[in-house]
T-cell receptor, first 115, second 113 residues
Framework: EPEVTQTPSHQVTQMGQEVILRCVPI?????FYWYRQILGQKVEFLVS????????KSEIFDDQFSVERPDGSNFTLKIRSTKLEDSAMYFCASIPGTSASNEQFFGPGTRLTVL | AQSVSQHNHHVILSEAASLELGCNYSYGGTVNLFWYVQYPGQHLQLLLK??????LVKGIKGFEAEFIKSKFSFNLRKPSVQWSDTAEYFC???????????FGAGTQVVVTP
């Protein structure tokens, strides 16, 4: 069964450094999402992406964040200058976008630790 | 603002006990409703979903949920839990077909042998 994959599973970085989190959505899916979950808190929406552009973003998704689909398979989240409060689990999700089912399929997540 | 509320943050129960987790949302329009489960160290997995039709939906692993539109609720139930049901459970609401999921805070369920 196809699944969403994410790399790395765990990323440790120093405050102020740039990080890129990578996701490979399911191959025929058209809509892509990033969510994050700070330890002990709920899953929060960051951004959605369709047709090579951002379709919606939350107030969390400020100028430090960017997303890109550099090729036909990867979907990346870049944090330009990480802060301590960016430490969280980051989940990528995708949906086909072409059927009545809009179930979002989630990847296993990347745990980002900012020191 | 739209919100999703889960009534319990932590639930501890014994094997074979019945489980019911509450979820309420605030949105007046058409919604799609989901319950996701996150087992320790694993990613979010869909337990069940409601789009339309029969308000009682059955999911995987013996879970079911009932959508009560008048109460803006979508409670999750399982008649008899197992130790392997220890996990965190998230209710989520979709108000726009291709839009963002809004999650509740989650309920940590611990099932003791």
């Amino acid at each position: 069964e196809p699944e969403v994959t994410q790399t790395p599973s765990h990323q440790v970085t120093q405050m102020g450094q740039e990080v890129i989190l990578r996701c490979v959505p399911i191959s025929n899916h058209l809509y892509f999402y990033w969510y994050r979950q700070i330890l002990g808190q709920k899953v929060e929406f960051l951004v959605s992406f369709y047709n090579n552009e951002i379709s919606e973003k939350s107030e969390i998704f400020d100028d430090q964040f960017s997303v890109e689909r550099p090729d036909g398979s990867n979907f990346t989240l870049k944090i330009r200058s990480t802060k301590l409060e960016d430490s969280a689990m980051y989940f990528c999700a995708s949906i086909p976008g072409t059927s009545a089912s809009n179930e979002q399929f989630f990847g296993p997540g990347t745990r980002l630790t900012v020191l | 603002a739209q919100s999703v509320s889960q009534h319990n943050h932590h639930v501890i129960l014994s094997e074979a006990a019945s489980l019911e987790l509450g979820c309420n949302y605030s949105y007046g329009g058409t919604v799609n409703l989901f319950w996701y489960v996150q087992y320790p160290g694993q990613h979010l997995q869909l337990l069940l979903k409601y789009f339309s039709g029969d308000p009682l939906v059955k999911g995987i692993k013996g879970f079911e949920a009932e959508f009560i539109k008048s109460k803006f609720s979508f409670n999750l139930r399982k008649p008899s839990v197992q130790w392997s049901d220890t996990a965190e459970y998230f209710c989520a609401v979709l108000t726009d077909s291709w839009g963002k999921l809004q999650f509740g805070a989650g309920t940590q369920v611990v099932v003791t042998p």
